[in-house]
């Protein structure tokens, strides 16, 4: 799997996040980078990227749970693998290059 083959699935289907995150009555910032697939077949290719791009998969849903009809999964990058992914795909991007510029000078902003 390429990158660019990655970057045109990320502009579709990828998530480029910053926001907040409440804990302990407290709220604090977050960026999340995740790619989110149903179904057996979404698995596979979830698990064909993980294999070459890394990150961590998990299911998000089970088939019937908030109207799921199928169990949905997502897969999703640690800070120091967020920013080498962004690295990577931000040549590459064509609709969600700036979230990626965004989500990698917020990760790298104490280097």
Known sequence: ??????AGFFDGEGTFYIGKQYKNGKIYPKAQVILSQSGFEGLLLLEEIQKKFNG???????????????PAYKLYWNKEEAIKLCEILIPYLKLKKQAAEDVLAYLTRNQ
């Not at 998969?57 to 199928?70: D, F, M, N, P, S």
């Open 1 to 6: 799997m390429s990158p660019e083959y990655l």
């Open 56 to 70: 961590t998969i998990y299911q998000h849903l089970k088939a019937g749970e908030h109207k799921a009809t199928k």
